[in-house]
C-alpha cells in the first residue's frame, strides 16, 4: 500500500502542476479580447463552446440528474450560476479595469473563503490557527492589490485598483463557495459529469445577463463572428482542458502536495502576462503574494479536524 501511495502521488503532484500551469495562458487570451467584447459577451460565448463538451455529458448522466434531491438541484443552480457565471464575468470584467496579475494573484483567497464557508455551510470545524491564518492572509490580499500604495490612506488609493481588488475578491468569493457546494454534490455525481452540468446550466444565466445589458447582439456578431479561434482556445485550455486534467491529478495526490503544485499557475502567469502583456509587479506584491500563499500552506499542512457530521446522500 506505500509504494503504491508514492507511485501515485509522484504523478498526480506532476499533473496537478501542469493543470495549473495551462491556466497561466488564460489573462493572455482574455485580455485583449476585454478591448472588444463585453466581459458576459466573452463569458457567454466561452460556455456556448463548452456546450459542445456539457451537452454529451448530461445526456450519458441523465439518470443522475433524474435522482437528484432538491437540495443538490439548489447547490448545482449555485455552482453554475454563482461559480461559472457571475464569477466569471467579475473575473473578466476585473481583467479589462486593472493588472491581470494582480487579479490572479488574488485569487488564492480562494482556498480561505471555500474553508471558512464549509464551517458555515457544510458545519465543518475550522483548522487550528484558521483565524491568524485569515487575518495574515487579508494583509497579504491588500499588499497583492495596491503594491507600494499601500501605505496610503484608503480614501486616497486609485479607483481602479480598488475596484478591480473589489471583483476579483468577489469572483474568488463566489468560486469558494462553488467549492464547497462541489464538495457536498461530488457525493453523488462525478467530477466530470458535475462540471458539464455546471457549465450547460450557466448558459440560461448568462444569456439572460447579456440580454439584460443589451450584449446579446454583440455575443453573436462580434464575437463569435470575428473572434472565434480565440474565444474556442479561451474556452478549450485554460478552461476544459485545465480543469480536467487538474482534478485529474488533484484525486491521485493529498491536499497538501497539490496545494504546493499549485504554485505553478501564479508563476507561470507572472512571467506570461510579465512579457505577454507587460503587466509587472512591484516587489510590494510580491511580498502580499508570499505572505498570502504561505498561510495557504499552513493551513493545509495543519491536521484538519473531522466534519461535525457525515455528509448527506445528494440523489434518491
Same mark, same amino acid.
Given at each position: 500500500?506505500?509504494?503504491?501511495?508514492?507511485?501515485?502521488?509522484?504523478?498526480?503532484?506532476? @499533473?496537478?502542476?501542469?493543470?495549473?500551469?495551462?491556466?497561466?495562458?488564460?489573462?493572455?487570451?482574455?485580455?485583449?479580447?476585454?478591448? &472588444?467584447?463585453?466581459?458576459?459577451?466573452? &463569458?457567454?460565448?466561452?460556455?456556448?463552446?463548452?456546450?459542445?463538451?456539457?451537452?454529451?455529458? &448530461?445526456?450519458?448522466?441523465?439518470?443522475?440528474?433524474?435522482?437528484?434531491?432538491?437540495?443538490?438541484?439548489?447547490?448545482?443552480?449555485?455552482?453554475?450560476?454563482?461559480?461559472?457565471?457571475?464569477?466569471?464575468?467579475?473575473?473578466?470584467?476585473?481583467?479589462?479595469?486593472?493588472?491581470?496579475?494582480?487579479?490572479?494573484?488574488?485569487?488564492?483567497?480562494?482556498?480561505?473563503?471555500?474553508?471558512?464557508?464549509?464551517?458555515?455551510?457544510?458545519?465543518?470545524?475550522?483548522?487550528?490557527?484558521?483565524?491568524?491564518?485569515?487575518?495574515?492572509?487579508?494583509?497579504?490580499?491588500?499588499?497583492?492589490?495596491?503594491?507600494?500604495?499601500?501605505?496610503?490612506?484608503?480614501?486616497?488609493?486609485?479607483?481602479?485598483? /480598488?475596484?478591480?481588488?473589489?471583483?476579483?475578491?468577489?469572483?474568488?468569493?463566489?468560486?469558494?463557495?462553488?467549492? /464547497?457546494?462541489?464538495?457536498?454534490?461530488?457525493?453523488?455525481?462525478?467530477?466530470?459529469?458535475?462540471?458539464?452540468?455546471?457549465?450547460?446550466?450557466?448558459?440560461?444565466?448568462?444569456?439572460?445577463?447579456?440580454?439584460?445589458?443589451?450584449?446579446?447582439?454583440?455575443?453573436?456578431? /462580434?464575437?463569435?463572428?470575428?473572434?472565434?479561434?480565440?474565444?474556442?482556445?479561451?474556452?478549450?485550455?485554460?478552461?476544459?482542458?485545465?480543469?480536467?486534467?487538474?482534478?485529474?491529478?488533484?484525486?491521485?495526490?493529498?491536499?497538501?502536495?497539490?496545494?504546493?503544485?499549485?504554485?505553478?499557475?501564479?508563476?507561470?502567469?507572472?512571467?506570461?502576462?510579465?512579457?505577454?502583456?507587460?503587466?509587472? /509587479?512591484?516587489?510590494?506584491? @510580491?511580498?502580499?503574494?508570499?505572505?498570502?500563499?504561505?498561510?495557504?500552506?499552513?493551513?493545509?499542512?495543519?491536521?484538519?479536524?473531522?466534519?461535525?457530521?457525515?455528509?448527506?446522500?445528494?440523489?434518491?
Amino acid at each position: 500500500m506505500a509504494e503504491r501511495n508514492s507511485r501515485v502521488t509522484s504523478w498526480g503532484v506532476l @499533473v496537478v502542476a501542469l493543470g495549473a500551469s495551462l491556466w497561466a495562458v488564460d489573462a493572455p487570451i482574455r485580455k485583449p479580447l476585454t478591448d &472588444v467584447l463585453p466581459a458576459t459577451s466573452i &463569458v457567454l460565448s466561452e460556455h456556448l463552446f463548452l456546450a459542445l463538451y456539457s451537452l454529451p455529458m &448530461v445526456i450519458a448522466a441523465r439518470r443522475v440528474f433524474l435522482q437528484l434531491r432538491p437540495s443538490g438541484w439548489l447547490a448545482l443552480f449555485v455552482i453554475a450560476w454563482g461559480g461559472s457565471g457571475l464569477a466569471t464575468v467579475l473575473f473578466t470584467e476585473a481583467f479589462k479595469i486593472g493588472n491581470p496579475t494582480t487579479v490572479i494573484l488574488l485569487q488564492k483567497l480562494q482556498p480561505l473563503i471555500a474553508v471558512l464557508l464549509a464551517g458555515l455551510i457544510l458545519k465543518e470545524r475550522l483548522p487550528r490557527l484558521y483565524w491568524p491564518c485569515f487575518a495574515v492572509a487579508l494583509v497579504g490580499g491588500y499588499l497583492v492589490s495596491f503594491g507600494r500604495q499601500s501605505l496610503e490612506p484608503f480614501w486616497r488609493l486609485p479607483q481602479d485598483r /480598488v475596484l478591480t481588488a473589489v471583483l476579483a475578491v468577489s469572483a474568488a468569493a463566489l468560486w469558494g463557495g462553488s467549492t /464547497v457546494f462541489g464538495r457536498y454534490l461530488l457525493h453523488g455525481i462525478s467530477f466530470p459529469t458535475l462540471a458539464a452540468a455546471r457549465f450547460l446550466l450557466a448558459l440560461p444565466f448568462l444569456a439572460g445577463l447579456a440580454a439584460a445589458q443589451g450584449a446579446l447582439g454583440t455575443t453573436f456578431q /462580434v464575437g463569435l463572428a470575428q473572434e472565434p479561434v480565440r474565444l474556442f482556445i479561451l474556452a478549450l485550455v485554460p478552461g476544459l482542458l485545465a480543469m480536467l486534467i487538474y482534478y485529474l491529478g488533484l484525486s491521485r495526490t493529498r491536499a497538501s502536495y497539490a496545494t504546493l503544485a499549485e504554485l505553478s499557475f501564479p508563476a507561470m502567469a507572472v512571467i506570461v502576462n510579465w512579457f505577454a502583456l507587460d503587466a509587472r /509587479v512591484d516587489a510590494v506584491q @510580491v511580498l502580499g503574494f508570499v505572505l498570502l500563499w504561505s498561510t495557504i500552506t499552513a493551513l493545509t499542512w495543519i491536521p484538519s479536524p473531522r466534519p461535525a457530521a457525515e455528509a448527506q446522500p445528494v440523489t434518491t
